[in-house]
């Protein structure tokens, strides 16, 4: 009897819906238990799909960029899945304001959307801005943007059996996963910073604070039980938008020292400079008031990347120190982050407030 194949084929590839490793483990008869298992697989509703896809994936999609036609990732990875599509990288092309640049300016779509709706990052490789993709530009930076290579095998952090082939890839660990769309020139650049900080030296890696590590399996599958737990990473990139990680980027410090204020602002736990992105900006606003809520003084100190960078370095500390105009009072400051660095203040978030009462001795 022929091995019936159910896998997904081209001239380089095979995709197979491989059956579950219980079934290779106990079959000795290594056919019976192919046959079976891919007909266990095959009453699965994803996998079955799979299998029946075959067809058209043999009638010649022999380009891995076709593959989201006839693959979904999301049916067996499926909490990865549903993180993944909560993230900026699912909405890097539908992005509102991305939109809106791209519609005034419709001639950038070339040269802006390689990086918000790439090909696969392993065919232009680690080092270099990926190529723009033709279809399914809708789908952002997606899973098989960052995970396929040309041959269709899937490149992950471990050594892993799948209905797909899997290659064990050291890159994906590291920073070099994310070097083709966030390491290139001024303004699309965490990278360099990263390296030049203790961090890099630490092995803290983006993935560390981008991508948290949760134990569990990679895959969510009624057919696919025997899936390992292992120390995966959440899909989740969280980033500016998020309150928690924004609000545990940086410290806040108010002293009195000799008659002044000192404000101190640290980069306290931000791999790359903060603001992290081109159009963000921080916002260090200090107010002195009298005894009767009387603004007395008055400083703004904004940090970004728009005309002299002037953001705060992993680590870095920057002191500002104002003499105080009145003997008794009230010193208050507030870090803020912004979106957009246009935005009014009113519109940022609130990264951290301190206050600190005064008097003549
Ligand atoms: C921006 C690039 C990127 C995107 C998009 C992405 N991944 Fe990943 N994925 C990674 C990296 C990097 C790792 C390894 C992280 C590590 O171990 O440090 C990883 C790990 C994995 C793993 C191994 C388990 C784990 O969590 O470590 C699986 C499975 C996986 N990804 C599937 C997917 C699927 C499915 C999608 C789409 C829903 C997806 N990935 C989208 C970059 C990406
Ligand atoms: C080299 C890859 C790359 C290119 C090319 C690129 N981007 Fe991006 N874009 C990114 C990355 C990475 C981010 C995430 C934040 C950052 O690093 O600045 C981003 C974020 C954005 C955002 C912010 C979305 C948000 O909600 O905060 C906008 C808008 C945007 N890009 C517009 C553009 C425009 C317009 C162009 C063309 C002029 C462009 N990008 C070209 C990689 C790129
Ligand atoms: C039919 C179910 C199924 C589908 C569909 C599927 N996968 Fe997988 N995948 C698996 C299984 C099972 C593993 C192995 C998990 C393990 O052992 O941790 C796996 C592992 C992986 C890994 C980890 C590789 C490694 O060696 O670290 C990546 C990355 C991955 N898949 C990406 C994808 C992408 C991208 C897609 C969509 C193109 C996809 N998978 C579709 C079942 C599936
Ligand atoms: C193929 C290009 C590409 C790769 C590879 C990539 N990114 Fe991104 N990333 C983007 C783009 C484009 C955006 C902007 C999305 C948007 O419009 O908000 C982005 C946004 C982000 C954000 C901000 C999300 C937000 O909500 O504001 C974080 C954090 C991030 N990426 C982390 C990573 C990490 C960590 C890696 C490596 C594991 C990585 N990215 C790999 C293109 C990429
Ligand atoms: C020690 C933790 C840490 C490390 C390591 C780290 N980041 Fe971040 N990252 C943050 C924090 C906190 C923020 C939010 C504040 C900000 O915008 O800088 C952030 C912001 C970002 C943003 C901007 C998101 C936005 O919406 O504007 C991007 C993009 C990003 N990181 C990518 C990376 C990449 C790529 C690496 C690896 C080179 C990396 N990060 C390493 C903590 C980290």
Redesign the pocket.
Known sequence: MPLPRCEITNAHTTLSARQPKAALRTGSNRRHWLWKGCFMLAIGATIGSLCAQRAPLAQGVDDVERLREVIHCEDCHQEIAREWRAS?HARAWT?P??RA??AENPA?EE??S???APKIILSAGLNA?PELRDAARERGVDCIACHADRDFVMHGPFQTRAPHKTQKDKRYRSVQACLP??G??R??N?VDDWRASRYARLGITCQTCHMPRIERPSVQHWALPDVPRRATRRHTFLG?HDRELVRSAASLQVQIDDGAALVTVVNSATGHALP????RAVVLDVVVEDERGTTVLHRRHVFDLDVHDNRLKPGERRDFRYALPIETGLVKAKLMYK?FSEWPDDKGMIMATREIRFQAR
Do not use: E, K, V
Not at 276 to 279: H, I
């Open positions: 900026g992005n304001a991305y640049f791209i950038s040269t802006c390689p990086c918000h801005t769309c966030h290139q020139g303004w699309f965490q500016g992290g992105a081109g159009w979106l």
